[in-house]
């Protein structure tokens, strides 16, 4: 995907966008464990401490895993897509988590998440784009957080999720949404396509800090900061 240069405030970047500690790492946001190989260019990349960096790592294969089984109602389908059957292959430990989480009813197969292990990731996700599409990066807990399934939305909840908020306030003065907001003038956010099918989200700014994520167009995700 082709990123625009920051122009704000770069002293809002100094440290990391997680913590506000001193920076050692540059992260992926999206982590390419989300992503399909080959991966896409210009991936985003924000400043990142050591210990936030690596804190991630054993979450997110987890919740890439988590996502892929769901969809494919196995641990051992021979569907999953490459980049999760790596894992499994590399990490019995998400493999076994995920078989003895699996379940089954009159509704059909699904599996039990560890939810504070995606809501980290999701945490992970909203503040990185915070920072690297608004230039405000978010340290506070967020105000709200939705984590749900796309298809277990009603109709009217859907078109909500995935209509760009609209607002007359903008972003910071030369962050990349900020430039985005001046080509298409006049206009709300919209969404940002990392990879098709596999990632995307949209940044915005208005009566606060909005966040959307969609995994695999199967989880869908709002964090929110007043």
């Known amino acids: 995907m082709q990123q625009l240069r920051n122009y704000g405030d770069s002293r809002q970047l100094l440290g990391c966008v997680y913590c506000g500690g001193d920076t050692t790492t540059r992260d ?61 292959a590399a990490r019995p430990t998400i493999r076994e988590e995920l078989r003895s989480s699996r379940r089954e009813n009159k509704d059909g197969i699904f599996f039990e998440p560890k939810g504070d292990r995606v809501l980290n990731v999701v945490l992970k996700l909203a503040r990185g784009h915070a920072a690297f599409d608004l230039n405000e990066p ?56 990392v990879q098709p099918g596999r990632y995307r989200y949209l940044a915005s700014v208005g009566d606060g800090i909005v966040v959307r994520i969609v995994l695999s167009e199967y989880l869908a995700c709002e964090v929110t900061w007043p």
């Not at 960096?53 to 641990?75: H, K």
């Not at 859907?158 to 907001?181: A, C, H, K």
């Open 28 to 88: 992926h946001v999206p982590s390419k464990v989300l992503l399909d190989e080959p991966y896409p260019t210009e991936l985003p990349v924000v400043p990142a401490c050591s210990a936030c960096n690596g804190g991630f790592s054993m979450d997110e294969p987890y919740v890439a895993c988590l996502i892929e089984c769901t969809l494919r109602g196995s641990v051992d389908s021979k569907e999953l897509r490459e980049k999760v059957r790596r894992v499994l």
């Open 138 to 193: 978010q340290f506070d807990q967020p105000e709200s957080v939705s984590i749900r399934p796309l298809i277990s939305m009603s109709d009217e909840e859907r078109t909500n999720f995935e209509t760009p908020p609209e607002s007359s306030i903008w972003p910071e003065v030369g962050s990349r949404e900020f430039q985005r907001l001046a080509l298409r003038w006049p206009g709300g956010s919209s969404w940002l396509s």
